[in-house]
C-alpha cells in the first residue's frame, strides 16, 4: 500500500467513524425524546430523514476540515471546528425536516441532535488520543527508566512533559512539576503534583533522587536556572540539568521541537523577551540594496542572517576572511535564494574598493560591524586597531556619504564610554566620525552601543564552557569583575529596530539590564554541569588585565539619556562633541598607524578621543615602549 493509500484509509475510517456517531446521536435523541418508543409516523420520518442528517454533517465537517485531522493529536482548536461543524449541520437538518414534515416534528430532537453529535465526537477525539498515549507509554516499558522533574508548570512545561512520554529511546517518569506561582501548588497536571516553587526544589531532591531536572519556563529564565543551580549546590549527587528551548528556538529550529538541551550559558541571564516593531524593520530594508561589513563574524554573520529574512533586494557582503565569506554566501544564498547575494574579499581601508563597490551596487543600507574587538591583543597593536576599527569606519562613511547612502549604522561598543583600552578608544573615535558626518550629510549616520555579546569568539562565557568540557581551571581576572550581556539574536533585532527609527545624529544605547558578576556566572556554569566548584573545577583568579575595568558603563552622562520610542533602547544626542577639522585630524591619525611609534600613535588617539584614560592604563607616553 503506497503512503498516499494509508493516508485515504485512514480518511476513510475517520469519515465512517463520523457518520456512525451522528447515526447514533440522532438515535438517540429519538430515544430519549420518545422514552425509547415512538409511533409509526415518527418511524417513518426517521428512515426518511437520517441519510439527510448524515450528508449534512459529512457537508459539515468537509468544509471545517475535520477529516484532515489527525485524532490523536487532536486540541481545543479541533474541538471547536466539530462544534461549528454540528452546529452548521443542525441548522440544515432542522430546516430540512421541518420542511418536510411542515411543522409536526419535535423540536427538542433538532437540539439534542447535534449536542450528542459534539460530545460523541469529542469522546472519540479523546478515546484515540489517550489510547495513543497509553500504547506509546506500554511500548517505552522495556527502556531504559530516568525520572525526572520538570520546573515550569505552564504551557511550555505541559509541551515538555508530552515530548518526554513520546520520547521513544528513554522511558522518561516525571515525579513532579515546580512553579513559582503558588496557586498551582498541591494540584495536578497530566496526573503529576505541583510540589511547590524552587525554594522547595532542595528539600524534594534530598529525598526523592532524579535523574534530570528540566526548566522549562520562558519568562525570567535566568532566575529559574539560579534557583536551580542554588538548589543543587549541597546535594551529592547531582542530577542532569536541561533546559526546554523557548518559543523562539524551536521557531529557528523547528526539527527539534521542544527537545530539552544542555544548559548554555545565555539560561544564566535574566533577560526579558525583547518585542520589535516588524513592520517597521521591514519598510526599512525590503526590497533595498543592503551592505554588511564584517559579514563573517558573529554580529555581522547575525546581521546578514536577520536582514535578509526582511527581503532585501541585494545583500552585498564585505569580509577580509576568505573561508568566512564563503560560508556566509553559501548560508545565505540556501536560506533565502530570492535575494541576491553579492560577496566581496576585502577591507573597508581600501578607498579604491569601497568606491568601486558602491558605484556598482548602491547599497542604500549599511552596518558596519566590521572591527577588531579582541582587548588585550590591541594593546599590543594600537596602529592596527585605529587603522582598522577608526580609519576604515571613516573611509566606508566617506563612501557612504559620497554616493547618497539612506542609512548608515555603526555597531560600537559599551567599552567606548569613559574608554580605558585601545579597543574602547578606537571605537569611540569612530562614534566620532559618524556623529561628525551626520551633521553635514543627507546619509541618516547613527552608532549603536550594547555590551558583551554571547556566543561571539572570545565571549568570556563560551571560553568559560569550554574550559569546564575540557576539564581545566576556570580564569576570571577578578573576583567582583561585571559586566552586561545579552544574546546575539536579541542585540541584532534591536541593532535592526535601531535602524529603522534612525533620524541622524544619535548614539543608540541598547538596555542591557543589570551587570552580571562574572564569578557568579562560572560557578552556576560549573554547578549546572553536574560538577563542584573547587572541587571538580578550579576557578584561578589572574587579575585585570591592561586596559580592563571592573565594571562597564554604557552612557558618561546619565542625565543625556532619552527614551526612544522602543523600550529596550535609549538614545543619546549630545555625548559626542564636535570635532574641529575633521580630516586632518584623521589624517594626523593615519600617518601615526603607518608608523612605528607606538607612543605617538597613543597620544594621537588621546587627543581625537579625550575621555580616554590611557595615563592610568598605559602610563607615560613618551616611556611607554612595547606595550
Request: aromatic share 8%; hydrophobic share 45%; glycine share 8%.
Amino acid at each position: 500500500m503506497t503512503e498516499n493509500g494509508v493516508v485515504s484509509r485512514r480518511r476513510l475510517a475517520v469519515v465512517l467513524g463520523d457518520l456512525l456517531v451522528v447515526l447514533a446521536a440522532y438515535t438517540t435523541a429519538y430515544l430519549l425524546r420518545f422514552d425509547f418508543a415512538w409511533e409509526g409516523y415518527y418511524s417513518a420520518v426517521f428512515i426518511k430523514t437520517t441519510p439527510a442528517v448524515m450528508l449534512s454533517y459529512l457537508m459539515a465537517s468537509y468544509y471545517f476540515g475535520l477529516n484532515r485531522g489527525l485524532r490523536h493529536y487532536a486540541s481545543f482548536g479541533d474541538i471547536l471546528n466539530v462544534a461549528k461543524a454540528a452546529a452548521c449541520a443542525g441548522m440544515f437538518q432542522a430546516a430540512f425536516i421541518m420542511f418536510i414534515t411542515q411543522g409536526r416534528f419535535p423540536r427538542s430532537i433538532l437540539l439534542m441532535a447535534p449536542m450528542l453529535t459534539l460530545g460523541g465526537v469529542a469522546m472519540v477525539h479523546a478515546c484515540v488520543r489517550y489510547a495513543k498515549e497509553f500504547w506509546q507509554g506500554r511500548g517505552t516499558s522495556d527502556l531504559p527508566v530516568r525520572t525526572a522533574v520538570i520546573v515550569g508548570a505552564g504551557d511550555l512545561g505541559e509541551l515538555v512533559y508530552r515530548q518526554m512520554r513520546t520520547e521513544e529511546d528513554v522511558n522518561y517518569r516525571i515525579v513532579a512539576f515546580f512553579d513559582e506561582d503558588a496557586e498551582k501548588w498541591g494540584m495536578r497536571l497530566h496526573g503529576v503534583q505541583v510540589a511547590g516553587g524552587a525554594s522547595k526544589l532542595a528539600a524534594f531532591l534530598g529525598r526523592t533522587p532524579v535523574d534530570e531536572v528540566v526548566v522549562a519556563v520562558s519568562s525570567a529564565r535566568g532566575q529559574s536556572v539560579s534557583a536551580v543551580a542554588e538548589a543543587l549546590r549541597e546535594l551529592a549527587k547531582r542530577p542532569v540539568i536541561r533546559i526546554a528551548p523557548s518559543l523562539d528556538e524551536m521557531l529557528r529550529s523547528p526539527s527539534a521541537g521542544a527537545n530539552p538541551r544542555k544548559v548554555q550559558p545565555a539560561d544564566l541571564l535574566n533577560r526579558k523577551e525583547v518585542r520589535l516593531d516588524l513592520a517597521r524593520i521591514a519598510r526599512s530594508i525590503e526590497g533595498k540594496t543592503v551592505l554588511v561589513t564584517g559579514a563573517g563574524g558573529t554580529i555581522g554573520g547575525e546581521l546578514c542572517r536577520q536582514a535578509i529574512a526582511y527581503r532585501p533586494r541585494t545583500i552585498v557582503l564585505i569580509e577580509n576572511h576568505a573561508t568566512a565569506l564563503f560560508y556566509r554566501e553559501k548560508e545565505l544564498r540556501e536560506k533565502m535564494p530570492s535575494v541576491t547575494v553579492v560577496p566581496v574579499l576585502g577591507n573597508v581601508r581600501d578607498q579604491n574598493l569601497l568606491d568601486r563597490v558602491f558605484r556598482e551596487h548602491k547599497p542604500q543600507v549599511v552596518f558596519h560591524a566590521a572591527a577588531h574587538k579582541h582587548v588585550l591583543q590591541l594593546e599590543s597593536n594600537v596602529q592596527e586597531g585605529v587603522s582598522n576599527n577608526t580609519l576604515g569606519t571613516y573611509h566606508l562613511a566617506a563612501a557612504a556619504d559620497k554616493h547618497g547612502v539612506e542609512v548608515f549604522l555603526l555597531i560600537s561598543t559599551d567599552k567606548a564610554v569613559r574608554p580605558s583600552c585601545v579597543r574602547g578608544a578606537t571605537k569611540r573615535a569612530a562614534e566620532i566620525v559618524v556623529t561628525d558626518f551626520a551633521r553635514r550629510s543627507k546619509t541618516r549616520f547613527v552608532a549603536v552601543r550594547f555590551g558583551n555579546v554571547l556566543g561571539s569568539s572570545g565571549s568570556v562565557l563560551k571560553i568559560f564552557q569550554e574550559q569546564i568540557e575540557l576539564g581545566r581551571p576556570i580564569t576570571i581576572t577578578h573576583p567582583d569583575v561585571t559586566r552586561f550581556f545579552m544574546t546575539v539574536e536579541e542585540a541584532v533585532g534591536l541593532v535592526l529596530q535601531t535602524g529603522a527609527m534612525a533620524k541622524g545624529g544619535e548614539v543608540f544605547v541598547l538596555k542591557m539590564g543589570e551587570p552580571v558578576r562574572i564569578m557568579d556566572m562560572a560557578r552556576n556554569l560549573i554547578l549546572l554541569s553536574g560538577l563542584e566548584p573547587g572541587r571538580d573545577v578550579e576557578i584561578r583568579i589572574t587579575g585585570l588585565k591592561t586596559g580592563e575595568k571592573m565594571a562597564e558603563e554604557l552612557v558618561e552622562d546619565p542625565a543625556g539619556e532619552e527614551q526612544s520610542e522602543h523600550p529596550e533602547i535609549m538614545v543619546l544626542r549630545s555625548e559626542n562633541g564636535r570635532v574641529e577639522n575633521l580630516a586632518e585630524k584623521v589624517l594626523e591619525l593615519e600617518l601615526a598607524s603607518r608608523g612605528t611609534d607606538k607612543a605617538l600613535m597613543m597620544r594621537r588617539l588621546s587627543e581625537f578621543v579625550p575621555t580616554f584614560t590611557a595615563d592610568a592604563a598605559h602610563g607615560d607616553f613618551a616611556e611607554i615602549g612595547d606595550l
